[in-house]
């Protein structure tokens, strides 16, 4: 346990002058008496809003983390910001990924313009928990993350299969195909998503809520927790208490967010099979806490030795509630005991080996042993040759055995629009690699998700036989052979500038290479040539573009006069 420190000063008490009166007279317009405004300020950051699913059950949660605040002796402020849900928002898609960092940019405006002492953030999906977790290490007051929970799998009602969302997308590619009807569809998609939380398969959303646990962020148990549950609301209750003993301790969020941790985090998404997002979302992690570790490096590392221990969908046949069922991240991290730092602080107050003694699988058909894997290779993989010197990266526990290695001709395209046309008219064909350029975070710009292109593939006769590559993102319900997040980017004059139709790509997966056959000398004359379909935008996607990082770095923003390459 943490040893009680001298409390923290307030972080909102000024000597007195005019802006300690005014701050003073405008909280007390809100009926505050003087002795509450001595308690400690808590920040309840919600993501609240009545578009997303995921969100739309934490109003109550957000209540429940009140109580305990109060009960606790804390004095609690609810806030609301920025809160996309990444399907729907795929209309769009260039917004995606730039919506973290302006969650991250809302969350310090709002805790550092009034001072809070310490705060909890609420929400549930794809970009939101990193944010959450980026904006903790980069202010480093206390913090602690609530996760709202999966939402319950849907049911479909001819057939009475189990469904999520991502049931969905490749559910599109069969209706194309002919495999499917319309009516098949419809009867998928008003089933999918049947109520709040995060969709329950290891997409992006869950594999960061898993994240935040993993790393010590969220109260034990919470990232395998139902969305409409008791058992949500007491931890959220619990959550609101904790945050106070964590300022009464001076215990704040880089005090968790430490390199032991992160290694912990990556040991986790590598046995899980998590989201290949979160290569791009754990670097940032780290670079906002001021951590210098190679982030990439250290997953490629680590998968050599952490085999695939889970299938929840799309890299097997469970779901959330099965995860939940066989005893979440505590019995995943059980299984992992020997790679894990488990001396490492958890914002519970307890450490990592204190948070799983005494916990074991309670299902070994969903958290598979080391002697029994789901496969032995790593979930995750960076691929690194001359058409990624700076890396790619491929989620290995959803690609089929046959496409594990593959040569295949390239056929180009600038956007998932021209490559969807292509895969609908017959002009996309077994043997070929489809790659799909200027996808990334300033060609895009904000990092575009190829989503569209991938489930209508994974719904297609050509699933298979076709691989794709891009300098873009996926979705975390990613299936198939798709190479994402080539770095540099063609927008940077990456190699990926200089392939054309015609010419031969390849990659090995467990030798962990990309290339296309072509020489130094042919690539650089290329990218001389190469037009380049880039222009800068106005308004924020203009300044992100103008101001975001490497992948490496987690695509992170920084001012004009760094480093922004």
């Not at 959330?320 to 299984?335: N, P, T």
Request: aromatic share 4%; glycine share 10%; net charge negative.
């Amino acid at each position: 346990m943490v040893s009680k420190e001298k409390h923290p000063a307030l972080r909102g008490k000024k000597e007195f002058g005019v802006a300690w009166a005014e701050r003073e007279a405008l909280l007390r317009g809100l009926g505050l008496s003087r002795e509450e405004l001595e308690k400690p300020q808590i920040a309840i950051i919600n993501t609240w809003s009545d578009i997303n699913p995921g969100h739309r059950h934490l109003r109550g949660i957000e209540e429940s983390i009140r109580t305990g605040v109060v009960r606790a002796g804390g004095l609690p402020f609810r806030f609301n910001v920025l809160g996309l849900c990444d399907g729907i928002a795929l209309i769009n898609s260039q917004y995606i990924l730039p919506s973290r960092d302006l969650i991250v940019n809302e969350i310090e405006v709002y805790a550092e313009a009034y001072g809070m002492d310490a705060m909890i953030l609420l929400g549930t999906c794809d970009k939101i928990i990193p944010a959450f977790l980026m904006a903790a290490g980069r202010l480093d007051i206390p913090a602690l993350v609530v996760t709202g929970g999966y939402m319950p799998a849907g049911v479909h009602p001819k057939s009475g299969q189990l469904l999520s969302f991502v049931d969905v997308g490749r559910s599109v590619g069969s209706v194309q195909s002919g495999a499917m009807t319309r009516e098949d569809l419809d009867d998928i998609i008003d089933n999918a998503c049947p109520g709040p939380g995060a969709c329950p398969m290891m997409g992006t959303a869950n594999t960061m809520c898993i994240l935040a646990e993993a790393v010590g962020m969220t109260m034990p148990g919470n990232s395998t927790t139902p969305a409409n549950s008791t058992k949500l609301l007491q931890l959220a209750n619990s959550a609101g208490e904790q945050i106070v003993h964590l300022w009464e301790q001076g215990v704040t969020a880089r005090k968790i967010i430490t390199e032991q941790n992160i290694h912990n985090m990556i040991c986790a998404d590598l046995a899980m099979g998590g989201s290949t997002n979160s290569l791009v979302h754990v670097p940032a992690v780290a670079t906002e806490a001021e951590l210098d570790i190679d982030c990439l490096g250290l997953f490629d590392k680590l998968s050599q030795d952490i085999p695939l221990l889970m299938g929840i969908a799309p890299n097997g046949p469970h779901l959330m509630h099965d995860f939940d069922r066989a005893g979440g991240v505590r019995a995943l991290f059980s299984e992992l005991s020997d790679f894990l730092d488990r001396d490492s602080l958890t914002v519970a107050g307890t450490t990592v080996g204190e948070n799983m003694d005494g916990i074991a699988v309670k299902d070994a058909s969903v958290i598979r042993s080391f002697d029994d894997p789901l496969s032995k290779g790593g979930a995750l993989a960076v691929l690194r040759g001359n058409l990624a010197p700076g890396g790619a990266i491929v989620k290995v526990s959803a690609v089929p055995e046959n496409l594990r290695t593959f040569r295949g001709t390239a056929k180009v395209f600038h956007s998932n629009e021209d490559a969807i046309e292509a895969l609908r008219n017959g002009a996309i064909e077994s043997g070929d690699v489809i790659l799909i350029t200027f996808q990334g975070c300033k060609g895009a710009p904000g990092l575009n998700s190829t989503f569209v292109v991938t489930s209508e593939l994974a719904g297609s006769p050509l699933a298979d036989s076709v691989a794709l590559i891009t300098d873009g993102r996926f979705s975390g319900a990613t299936e198939g052979a798709c190479i994402g997040y080539v770095s540099p980017e063609a927008a940077l004059r990456g190699p990926l500038l200089a392939v054309c139709d015609g010419d031969i790509v390849s990659y090995d997966i467990p030798n962990r290479t990309i290339s296309v056959e072509l020489s130094e000398e042919q690539i650089a004359q290329r990218i001389q040539d190469a037009e380049m379909p880039l222009t800068y935008r106005k308004g924020y996607i203009g300044i992100y573009q103008r101001t975001v990082q490497s992948l490496s770095k987690g695509a992170v923003l920084r001012g004009m006069d760094e480093e922004n390459v």
